[in-house]
């Protein structure tokens, strides 16, 4: 009995020494309270340069002020410029085989920084579909990224690119799980710009 009490006893002081250190926060992530943390790294030390594979990041599609890029290369792109006259945009990641949007006409694809997909971490790109009441973003991710903002693409009833928008930073969510924002017309495809970067 005396043995129970005092295994109890040391359970309960225990825990309360985690609350101290944690200042009253209870921490119970698998994977930080086993010391492996998230993955996906905050930053890439690589420079830019041709694919090894011969991939590129092509624009697969153009219309008036906007266009769909596409990764050909068995390797993640990772912060693509994107220039189209005095304007330039960055793609933050494209994995291989993904599509993104830019609100761009005519966009020339800049000296990219080409990485083994593996060395993401584990990273999915966030997804975004238009939904009643605003756009649902979905996220796989173990942390949250960076959001750089959206591009919203506008097609005809033919499937044609007619333009787009660009969201705000603060309209788009990189967050872990689901979340539902205002914004984006039915029909329109919305291309999330989710950084690894956490500045």
């Not at 390797?75 to 494209?94: K, N, W």
């Not at 993904?98 to 999915?124: H, K, M, N």
Request: charged share 15%; with cysteine; proline share 10%.
């Amino acid at each position: 009995m005396i043995r129970k009490a005092g295994t109890a006893v040391t359970a309960v002081v225990a825990f309360g020494l985690l609350a101290f250190l944690g200042h009253g926060r209870f921490d119970l992530d698998q994977n930080r309270l086993l010391g492996t943390g998230c993955a996906i790294p905050a930053k890439i030390t690589a420079r830019p340069g041709p694919a090894p594979d011969g991939g590129a990041v092509r624009v697969a599609e153009q219309g008036p002020g906007a266009a769909v890029l596409e990764n050909t290369s068995t390797l993640a792109a990772y912060r693509i410029p994107v220039t189209s006259g005095a304007r330039t945009v960055e793609v933050p990641v494209l994995v291989p085989g993904q599509r993104i949007g830019v609100l761009l006409d005519r966009p020339a694809v800049g000296p990219v920084i080409w990485i083994a997909p593996e060395a993401l971490g584990g990273f999915t790109p966030v997804t975004a579909t238009v939904v009643p009441g605003g756009v649902r973003y979905r996220s796989e991710n173990c942390r949250a990224l960076t959001s750089r903002g959206a591009a919203v693409l506008f097609r005809d009833a033919g499937g044609r690119l007619t333009g787009g928008e660009q969201l705000p930073p603060a309209g788009v969510s990189c967050a872990p799980g689901e979340r539902l924002l205002p914004g984006g017309a039915p029909g329109a495809e919305v291309f999330p710009y989710c950084d690894l970067r956490t500045e």
